[in-house]
């Protein structure tokens, strides 16, 4: 029973990752744009985020330092850091109306760059190593719940103990989910993604809806990065472990079907295939083969999905096209 | 300043590239008046509304309303200053429900459904339209989607109405009901545009007429005080009974034979049913119906790009036998020496290769010929430089991307390429969509002379008159289903168009 | 007469006929020296002179003879590898599984080099290597254009996929079966007959990788493959209508990618490690796809983009020892070529109109 629910408390903690990455580019797709750059988003997220809490806690003192700005200095950091790449994807391709694929192609590789780069520049110019304090990595690893919620058997392990990231993942994925289907903004981004034309011709400024949406949407998956190298990755930066989180986020966006509450489960149980070689062994496999399984998972239900054939369970349709009115 | 008036457009110009769509236009546009937009395919009708509906800006000229210079920059400021525009091809959003798509974009509007709906049902009433708000757009017939975008419209306050060719996907009685509708705007004084080629619907419906011709504006008419034969006079320029030379080829024989043809699409929805019929070399059959009555399909599958479901098609070889050509594709087909050339409706998403020029297109009937790897650009490129010139295509080179040039010319290229694979049968899918006149009787002579070696060609048109005077016969289909096949040499409009809405024509429904 | 200036549009866009090719490369070759300038910001940032990080860059990569072979070491693999995609991508096949058809590659010749290499002469071996490795990386292509061209499965998610999931199979072969000395997680080095023969100081691998450009530009521009190849990339309908098998189209040419992708990786193990380890790619099969657009899928451009970036590699690890900047700094610059070069075909396909000045309207107004 233990082992289960380290299990999924391990899951959780890697799911909120998948998350973030996950529900950022399903903003973005409704709006017709296919960002492959998420890896490269979550690269940037992540340096840059633990850069915020880092320089944070170097200028304030390790002892004044609060975990709660650190947090939030972090969020900050991370979602700018994407949203910043993501409209350098949107100018490209939406103002000058660049192949989609390439575009975001170009942005992982630069991500990465920029992400790696950053990480890099600073361990040295630190002398060695970036790490944050212990109070701090408390901080971003502990849950929000009091200890007696905590202490509950079975389900105050499963339910409360989880770091604030994943509160917050699920309250922006309810947040998104009301969105898309209640608000006016959310219906009027969905037809954008639909169908730009029609919005156009609604009077919908089609431009504004998929800059917001895209520059948002990055930002959004960029704290992915950020919280699996403040959480996972024990607060320093390490960009193996990182490196095809962003594919899996956008691989996910299929498997949601483009929808948020599906994402809630869809991350966890990513989650829990990303680490399952640590937490279940099984004795045929050998681990490194035991690795790919999220892999091969993924190849199995991008097959599968692509053979379903149902009206509601489609991607935006005009996903991938840039809009120009005049094309004739 | 006649305070009647609506909208006023004055020496309107837009310029595709080279192409001049508008030149220099006026229009004005009245209150509780309805104005029929009429003109040929590609007369610049739609570009000068969309010009109304922001979806395109004028390089010159200036629209006023009520007498002050308006700029319409988007659809939006369109809506703001009470233009609505129903467009050929409904933009509605498929998964939305109707409800959705009428608020669509509306700045100050909760989603409260229930105020909608009430405020639908409102409009609904008032001009008796019959929409269910939370229907999906996908489940809906063309004229439920129709009546949608009205609604649309409406909803915003549009006083100014226009409609992009309201009827050529509806059946008579949902024209019908769409005129009672529009009337009822007109009374309640709303200014109302639609944009038609037809002539009949014309006069039944409008005030005045305001006559395009190749993108010039000719001149406004009132309804009561003109005739077709004028009106058409207007549109063509000069009054032509179309006299397209019909000579009879005497030798006549059977080429393709197909029989209970059925056709299904990807959800599952009849496209054809049970057609049966037979063409004959030497004889020019053409096939009428309103716009999507299974056209595509028909010609598709006899190519062997549609799937067939049910029944045979047979080509007849000139020693008489017969070839199953059911399950072949279109490769298949070519390789058992059946000589059939198609050309379809999308030109350049289908029939053409946009990026390549004439050489590279005339490769795409060739390209697997000769033995070998290596592709053989010689005689392509003899072909290309002989289509060019023989049929006096407009291009710089035969390399020129076929894409930047004008429709004409693409059709042109098009058409040389499969006449010239001397084909048994051609078949062509609304050839002259588009093109101007001269093309047009260009086109017709290519079809004719092709008759006359023998060849069977089969002409899926819109135009009535010119189904009527070019072909042999005419198939019309109904629904995915054959009306009927009539003499075109004495056959009438009426009887056509009467069997394009009803399965076997006036008989069968007398019947009834 | 001033409300109507203010209505018009300060800019509209509209679509361009055409252009001058020599306009067309201007455009072209100036936004590569944007990125170039733009490529400074970084080094500026983090408090370097960047001439002189380029400096250091263009003589870490060409300043010795040593140094070139290195650079041009780097550049056999992305310019092979731009090869294998250039079909893909012209055929609008976003085919990003290169790493894992190198890998693929490299494991089947790994598998001959490793097992045969005392049963056979070298010559024969190397050959086998190299057919060995052609058809590992042409299945490893073929499988996702199976499905994308049975259900239309999304390619770009699936080959890359197979990325990871090769590159997993290699970390277990250097931890497994394959292991050399135990518990060393590497797979020993390959017996001297399992190497590539020297040209010119060389592995000869640059000789194939040649004789592939010459290949693959008869094969793009002379033969009925590369005739369908372009037809589809312009309109899947159309290639239908010219009665073309696209799915069979689609998977000859990604296993045909795949298996130049294969001969890569069988060039790296034989010719450039001598042995077999999970970063064998390094990359490559990612910024080759920057070679490949950059170049505008021309298999002669291929050679000069490709020398270019491996010098902007091997030139950023000269800076990282010298200057202490990450050698990331490469893939920033390559990141922003690649961002110029898309930006700029907007000037290309597409005209800027801009409101006449008032002067100009009251005269058109008059």
């Known amino acids: ?328 | 300043m006649n305070s009647n008036i609506a909208i006023e457009m004055r020496g309107i110009t837009k310029r595709f590239g080279k192409v001049v769509a508008n030149d220099s236009i006026d229009l004005i546009i009245k209150k509780g008046e309805i104005l029929s937009l009429l003109g040929e395919n590609g007369s610049g009708k739609t570009t000068l509304m969309n010009m109304l509906a922001g979806i395109y800006q004028p390089d010159e000229g200036q629209i006023f309303a009520e007498g002050e210079p308006l700029t319409i920059r988007s659809p939006k400021d369109a809506y703001e200053c009470g233009i609505g525009m129903i467009h050929q091809h409904y933009k509605l959003v498929d998964v939305f429900t109707a409800a959705q798509n009428i608020v669509l974009g509306l700045k100050d509007e909760k989603l409260d459904l229930k105020t909608i709906n009430s405020k639908v049902k409102e409009i609904c009433d008032r001009y008796s339209f019959i929409i269910d708000p939370s229907m999906k757009i996908y489940d809906m017939s063309v004229s439920q989607k129709q009546t949608v975008e009205i609604v649309k419209v409406l909803y915003r306050g549009a006083d100014i109405l226009i409609l992009d060719e309201p009827t050529a996907v509806l059946t008579p009685q949902e024209t019908e009901k769409l005129f009672t509708v529009l009337r009822n705007m007109r009374a309640d004084g709303k200014a109302i545009v639609i944009i038609t080629h037809k002539l009949n619907e014309v006069m039944a419906i409008s005030d005045e007429v305001a006559v395009l011709r190749k993108g010039k504006y000719i001149g406004t008419v009132k309804t009561c005080e003109t005739s077709p034969q004028a009106l058409t006079d207007m549109m063509v320029g000069h009054a032509v009974t179309l006299n397209i030379d019909r000579p009879k080829y005497d030798s006549q024989f059977p080429r393709l034979k197909v029989e209970g043809l059925t056709c299904v699409d990807d959800e599952g929805i009849t496209k054809l049913d049970g057609v049966t019929f037979t063409a004959k070399g030497g004889e020019i059959l053409g096939v009428a119906g309103i716009a999507g009555s299974g056209q595509k399909e028909l010609l598709e599958s006899i190519t062997g790009l549609y799937p067939i479901k049910q029944g045979t098609v047979d080509f007849v070889t000139d020693e008489g036998k017969e070839k199953n050509l059911v399950g072949l594709t279109p490769m298949q087909i070519r390789k058992t020496g059946v000589g059939m050339a198609f050309v379809p409706e999308d030109r350049l998403g289908m029939g053409l290769v946009g990026s390549m020029g004439m050489t590279g297109n005339m490769m795409l009937r060739s390209w697997k010929k000769g033995k070998g790897v290596f592709l053989n650009r010689k005689s392509p490129e003899e072909l290309a430089k002989k289509v060019w010139d023989e049929l006096e295509v407009v291009t710089p080179s035969t390399s020129f991307p076929v894409r930047r040039l004008s429709g004409g010319n693409v059709q042109k290229v098009l058409v040389g390429r499969e006449i010239a694979s001397l084909p048994k049968i051609l078949m062509t899918a609304y050839p002259v969509r588009g093109l101007d006149i001269n093309t047009s009787y260009a086109i017709y002579n290519l079809l004719t002379e092709q008759k006359m070696n023998g060849v069977s060609v089969i002409f899926v048109g819109e135009d009535l008159d010119v189904l009527l005077e070019l072909c042999d016969r005419i198939l019309v289909l109904c629904g995915g289903k054959v009306s009927g096949i009539v003499d075109a040499r004495t056959a009438t409009k009426e009887e056509i168009g009467f069997m394009m809405t009803t399965v076997g024509g006036k008989e069968a429904a007398d019947v009834q | 007469m001033s409300s109507e200036t203010v209505n018009i549009p300060f800019v509209r866009l509209a679509k361009r006929e055409s252009m001058d090719p020599r306009k067309v490369w201007a455009i072209r070759i100036g936004s590569i020296v944007i990125a170039i300038l733009l490529g400074m910001l970084p080094m500026f940032i983090t408090g370097n002179n960047p001439f002189k990080a380029y400096q250091i860059i263009i003589s870490g990569a060409l300043g010795k003879p040593i140094y070139i072979k290195q650079t041009i070491k780097i550049a056999i693999p992305l310019l092979g590898c731009a090869l294998a995609i250039a079909p893909c991508f012209k055929m609008r096949f976003w085919n990003i599984g290169a790493e894992g058809q190198i890998t693929a590659g490299a494991i089947a010749a790994s598998y001959f080099a490793l097992n045969w290499y005392d049963k056979v002469p070298s010559f024969v071996l190397l050959a086998i290597m190299f057919i060995a490795a052609t058809i590992a990386g042409g299945i490893w292509g073929l499988i996702p254009a199976f499905f994308k061209a049975k259900w239309n499965t999304n390619e770009t998610l699936f080959t890359l996929m197979m990325n990871y999931i090769i590159i997993g199979i290699v970390s277990w072969l250097q931890g497994g079966p394959w292991e050399g000395r135990k518990g060393s997680q590497i797979i020993p080095m390959f017996n001297d007959s399992a190497r590539l023969p020297v040209v010119f100081g060389i592995h000869c691998g640059w000789i194939i990788v040649l004789v592939l450009v010459i290949l693959m530009h008869i094969y793009m521009n002379y033969t009925k493959h590369g005739y369908e190849i372009a037809v589809i990339g312009d309109s899947e309908n159309t290639a239908r209508y010219a009665g073309m098998n696209v799915g069979r189209i689609m998977m000859r040419t990604m296993f045909l990618s795949g298996g130049i992708c294969g001969i890569i990786g069988f060039i790296v193990v034989t010719g450039a490690n001598h042995t077999l380890y999970n970063g064998v790619a390094n990359g490559v099969g990612f910024t080759s796809i920057t070679v490949a657009w950059l170049s505008q899928l021309n298999a002669f451009a291929m050679i000069l983009i490709s020398i270019m970036l491996a010098i902007l590699t091997k030139g950023s690890n000269t800076l990282q020892t010298k200057l202490k900047v990450p050698a990331s700094i490469s893939d920033i610059v390559i990141g922003i070529l690649l961002f110029c070069m898309l930006s700029c075909e907007f000037f290309i396909n597409y005209k800027l109109i801009f409101r006449p000045r008032k002067t100009e309207i009251k005269e058109a107004s008059v």
């Not at chain 1, 990065?225 to 193996?240: E, K």
């Not at chain 1, 509450?261 to 966890?268: D, E, F, Q, R, Y």
Request: glycine share 12%; hydrophobic share 50%; charged share 10%.
């Open chain 1, 1 to 328: 029973m233990s082992a289960l629910i380290a299990l999924v408390v391990a899951a959780v903690t890697f799911g909120t990752v998948l998350m973030f990455g996950t529900l950022g580019e399903i903003l973005t797709e409704k709006s017709g744009n296919l960002n492959l750059g998420v890896e490269g988003i979550m690269y940037m997220g992540g340096a840059f985020g633990l850069a915020g809490a880092f320089y944070y806690e170097k200028i304030v003192g390790e002892a004044a330092s609060s975990g709660f700005v650190a947090i939030i200095l972090a969020i900050l950091a991370a979602f700018l850091a994407g949203a910043v790449a993501s409209a350098i994807y949107g100018f490209i391709t939406i103002t000058l109306r660049a192949n989609q694929n390439v575009t975001g192609l170009a942005l992982t590789i630069f991500g990465t760059g920029i992400g790696q780069f950053t990480g890099e520049f600073m361990r040295v110019k630190e002398g060695g190593f970036v790490a944050l304090s212990n109070h701090l990595k408390d901080a971003f690893s502990s849950t929000i719940f009091p200890d007696f919620l905590k202490n509950i058997p079975v389900i105050g392990k499963m339910l409360f103990s989880h770091n604030f990231f994943f509160y917050l993942a699920l309250i922006l994925a309810l947040a998104m989910h009301f969105f898309f289907s209640r608000t006016k903004t959310g219906l009027y981004l969905r037809a954008v993604g639909e169908s730009p034309s029609t919005a156009d011709a609604a009077g919908i400024n089609t431009t504004k809806y998929k800059y917001l949406a895209t520059i948002i949407g990055g930002g959004i998956s960029a704290i992915g990065g950020m919280v699996y190298i403040v959480t996972t990755a024990g607060c320093v930066w390490n960009h193996s472990g990182l490196s095809g989180v962003g594919w899996l986020a956008v691989a996910l966006v299929i498997f949601c079907m483009w929808r948020p509450l599906n994402a809630i489960w869809g991350s966890v149980l990513f989650g829990a295939l990303m680490i399952m070689y640590l937490r279940v062994r099984i004795i045929f496999i050998p681990t490194e083969i035991y690795k790919i399984l999220p892999y091969v998972v993924t190849v199995i239900v991008l097959v599968i999905s692509s053979m379903r054939n149902n009206k509601e369970k489609q991607p935006p349709a005009s996903l991938g096209v840039n809009y120009f009115r005049e094309e004739r």
